[in-house]
């Protein structure tokens, strides 16, 4: 059975200006939910953030892979969801050729790629458990396009808003971004005046509050 329903606009040219500075790691301190964890940069250097269009397909069969760039719009973060498949490649050249072609923000896999070489000189941004010659085939299987998907543990849904840089990826629920981004852009601001009190001799520690925690074990 192959599904194709609607895109999902969640995520605004706004809201995509209110997340243009922050780190996932900023948001690393402030909660646990949303981060997918098992994956990593195929293209260190790389950041985006965009609407997540999804794709889920059974381990072997990327038809859904090839029609989900019928579906997406610029800017767009392709997210793909392989049932548990962590040893085949679902990417490779001709997909990150279409995926630029698109001008989509960048892709995140729960699986493999492959023709890393050919990735790096495409060079869109692309996260993945691994890189492998093993790879999916056009099958006639089944393929889902915009339904919510698990990527490591973490839901993914179509509209969702997905942040990658070099430290890892994040996945933010439409109506959460511009909180989260408020208190993520204050942490980051305030980090500056922090360096300042370094460079004029203070101890991180004492600065942090840390200190007084081995304050209260020596008493």
């Given amino acids: 059975m192959f599904t194709l329903n609607p895109r999902v606009s969640g995520i605004t040219p706004a ?21 997918i964890k098992s ?3 195929i293209l260190p250097g790389k950041r985006f953030a965009g609407n997540a269009v999804t794709v889920r397909i059974p381990h072997m069969d990327s038809c859904a892979v090839h029609k989900v760039f019928d579906t997406v719009q610029p800017g767009d973060v392709v997210c793909v969801d392989m049932s548990g498949d962590i040893d085949r490649a679902c990417w490779g050249e001709l997909v990150s050729y279409m995926a630029r072609a698109s001008n989509i923000a960048g892709a995140v896999i729960d ?16 996260y993945a458990r691994d890189v492998s010659p093993l790879t999916t085939r056009i099958l006639g299987i089944e393929g889902a396009i915009n339904v919510p998907i698990s990527i490591c ?29 408020e208190r993520a852009l204050k942490a ?10 370094i460079d004029n001799g203070e ?17």
Avoid at 27 to 34: E, I, K, S, V, Y
Avoid at 111 to 126: F, H, K, N, Q, Y
Avoid at 166 to 180: A, N, R, T
């Fill in 203 to 219: 101890s991180l520690a004492a600065i942090s509050g840390a200190t007084r925690f081995f304050d209260q074990e020596s008493r």
């Fill in 153 to 181: 543990g973490v839901t993914v849904n179509p509209g969702d808003l997905i942040l990658a840089d070099d430290d890892g990826v994040m996945v933010i629920p439409p109506e959460q971004v511009s909180g989260w981004a």
């Fill in 15 to 35: 809201l995509l200006k209110e997340v243009a500075e922050v780190c996932p790691s900023t948001l690393g301190h402030m909660t646990d939910f949303g981060f």
């Fill in 111 to 126: 699986g493999c790629v492959t023709d890393l070489r050919a990735l790096r000189e495409i060079g869109v941004p692309l």
């Fill in 188 to 197: 980051q601001h305030a980090e500056i005046a922090i360096k300042q009190r």
């Fill in 39 to 41: 994956l990593s940069s």
